[in-house]
């Protein structure tokens, strides 16, 4: 040990904690070295055992069993000096007979720390029985958790069934009111025909060119009259009411001015008002021209009912109708009466139907109860609100607002405006449908499906869209307003170059046979699914548009190459000898696209050229010359300015051909998709 001197010694005896023994197999110490002679008093001669606590004894005899035989290590006995116990660790192993042992004295913090290790293993014992006791009431916790989702499972399924009854009911409901809505109109249509022949015959009876009645027979007359005019009236707002609630009532847009619309208004409303009646029927036109673009026949009737309803309920004074702009491009119409006013608790009841306010005019008058509710309602189809200001006493103010342009005509103007102009990507199709709601839901659902909606409402219009466009499939309603589309329908099927157009009639009349036996490709009743609409046009129709292309060449070599170029393309090939079958069959078919040849046996290219660019329908159709003359520098320059391309025939190639024709079509804002291997026009 470098550093360390004699004088030392005591110092490392006094850290040392080592005492060595040796004893006989009878357990007689024979040899102990100082640390055990000034520990433990120990000396030759002396036993272990008598070193030993008392009480153990026998751990040193069973020390001294096993340690005659094999090594021991970690043995601990307690020895003592002067009765003061010390607890040693000690190593043996046999030696001469006996056993030699090297005991190593344990610390008294060790025994503390045998004591924190008794106390944290009575705090882990504890903890354990805590933490068990949470298991089990996790386990029941889960267990009551398992029985109220079974509960909620069960809750679920009666939910589901109660969803499922509701449902039904639901349905049921709607089929009551749907056959409602039905006997109403049906009785309605039915009443007006005797209604019409009891006001005829009593107008009859009155008039006295017919022969005299006596005043008595006059008087009954008119009371039979009136009530027929009153019945009238009744079967009239019944009828425009289920109309409206089944969502059938449809609006005649049309462009019209205030002034006119109040002119005729006081026109109509001149018998309900006479000129020495106690109430003044006042009419206030805007102070500038005011234009609407809405329904004029149903403005018209919510007036009418306001204006009745007022002249009813006010016994002098006067009603007042007035018309101006409003906030947001609206329309703001005022009936405003000096009659007996409404409370504010009634404001609403008023527009329920068949509900009527008790008063001391009401049972005079003895109205039906439906001309308020009829009012609202129309004016929420015209897009609007009807409001209601009125106190007892200081009469009543009926406000209607609605847009000055209704919003189909806004919607139907941008559905026209977008149709205008051919979308790439998206094959046309043709809807030929009166009802705007109708058009909306075709543009909405094929707009999904990669379609454009090309929307007509009449058989004329049809036509000047298929001059310039030829759709890829046509939807036709054949009830029309007006006229049906029976005789388009086998016009589009006769004419050549209409023929092969897929053609789905969707109408609301079940007259499959005669649209079939016209050509129709599908047939189909009202209403229709989106997603079967949209599976049955990707059917009968490709996703781009049909681009026919016309061959005009008298070689008949020269035709066959070209097209065996674009065999196997979703092209459909005409062909002309001459220039001016050429321009025939173009003014005809209308195609895509024209391959033309500079040298014709007829007529010259620029005849031909001439000739269609003259005529409005083939104006716009790219051409693509191809010939084998060598052109002079003057009539390249003219054919340049007239055509998409100049391709000669020596060099002409498959791919030079199919990209020519995307480029002309894509210029021409015809072509919507790249052509395709293997697919076919």
């Known amino acids: 040990m470098s550093g360390a001197t004699p004088e030392d010694r005591p110092a490392f005896d006094d850290l040392s904690r080592e005492v060595a023994l040796v004893c006989d197999a009878q357990g007689t110490l024979t040899w102990v070295d100082a640390r055990a002679r000034d520990v433990l008093d120990a000396k030759p001669g002396k036993t272990l055992r008598a070193l030993a606590a008392q009480g153990t004894e026998d751990k040193v005899d069973k020390l001294l069993v096993q340690a005659r035989d094999e090594r021991v290590d970690g043995w601990e006995l307690i020895l003592c000096r002067d009765d003061v116990p010390g607890t040693f660790a000690f190593r043996a192993r046999p030696h001469d007979g006996g056993v030699l042992l090297v005991g190593s004295l344990v610390p008294e913090d060790y025994g503390h720390a045998l004591e924190q290790v008794s106390s944290s293993m009575s705090e882990l014992s504890a903890l354990h029985r805590e933490t068990e006791g949470q298991r089990r009431e996790l386990k029941r916790r889960a267990d009551e958790l398992a029985r109220l989702n079974q509960e909620l499972s069960e809750s679920n399924r009666g939910m589901r069934s109660l969803h499922a009854a509701l449902d039904e009911k639901a349905e049921g409901l709607h089929r009551a009111a749907e056959i409602k809505n039905r006997v109403v109109a049906n009785v309605s249509h039915e009443f007006r025909t005797p209604l019409h022949s009891i006001l005829g015959l009593s107008k009859v009876l009155l008039n006295p060119i017919n022969g005299p009645l006596s005043s008595e027979q006059e008087k009954q007359v008119t009371f039979i009259r009136n009530s027929a005019e009153s019945l009238f009236e009744l079967v009239n707002d019944l009828l425009d009411l289920s109309k409206v609630e089944a969502g059938k009532a449809t609006l005649r847009h049309s462009h019209f001015v205030v002034r006119d619309l109040l002119g005729a208004l006081r026109g109509m409303m001149r018998p309900l008002v006479p000129a020495d009646a106690p109430v003044e029927l006042r009419l206030v036109e805007p102070a500038e021209p005011l234009e609407l673009e809405t329904d004029e026949t149903r403005l018209s009737q919510v007036l009418r009912n306001l204006v009745s309803n007022a002249v009813k309920f006010t016994e002098s004074g006067h009603v007042t109708v007035s018309a101006a702009p ?140 298929l001059q310039r466009v030829r759709p890829a499939a046509m939807v036709l309603d054949v009830m029309l ?7 388009f329908l086998a016009e589009m099927k006769n004419g050549e170059a209409t023929r092969d157009i897929p053609i789905l009639v969707v109408t609301v009349t079940d007259r499959e046979q005669k649209a079939r036996a016209l050509g129709a490709d599908e047939f189909w009743l009202k209403p229709v699914d989106e997603g079967r609409l949209q599976r049955k046009l990707q059917e009968l129709a490709r996703s781009g548009p049909v681009e026919r292309i016309l061959i005009i060449d008298d070689d008949d070599v020269h035709r066959y190459l070209l097209k065996q170029l674009l065999k196997d393309m979703p092209y459909a090939l005409l062909e002309a000898a001459g220039g001016v079958d050429g321009v025939r069959l173009a003014r005809e078919q209308v195609p895509q696209l024209i391959f033309l040849d500079f040298i014709l046996p007829d007529i010259t290219a620029f005849d031909v050229l001439d000739a269609l660019k003259a005529d409005p329908r083939t104006r716009e159709i790219p051409i693509i010359l191809h010939t084998s003359h060598e052109l002079r520098e003057d009539e390249r320059a003219r054919l340049a300015n007239e055509t998409s391309a100049i391709l000669s025939k020596h060099t002409l190639s498959r791919e030079v051909a199919i990209s020519r024709i995307r480029d002309a079509l894509a210029k021409a804002g015809l072509g919507s998709h790249t052509p395709q291997e293997g697919r076919r026009g």
């Open 481 to 487: 307003e007006g006229e049906t589309s029976w005789n």
């Open 326 to 465: 409003g906030p947001r491009d609206t329309v703001i119409f005022t009936v405003r009466d000096t009659g007996i006013g409404i409370a504010p608790e009634n404001h609403e009841r008023v527009f329920e139907e068949f509900t009527q306010i008790d008063s001391h005019i009401q049972r005079k008058v003895k109205g039906t109860g439906l001309g308020l509710p009829l009012a609202r309602r129309l004016v929420e189809l015209l897009g609007g609100t009807l409001t209601l200001q009125s106190q007892p006493g200081a009469g009543s103010t009926f406000t209607v607002t609605i847009p000055r342009v209704h919003m189909e005509v806004s919607e139907m103007a941008g559905l026209a405006e977008r149709s205008q102009h051919l979308e790439p990507g998206r094959a046309p199709v043709l809807v030929l449908e009166d009802d705007r709601q109708t058009l909306f839901l075709y543009e909405k659902y094929l707009a999904r499906s990669g379609f454009q909606v090309l929307p007509v409402r009449s058989t004329d219009e049809a036509r000047r869209v």
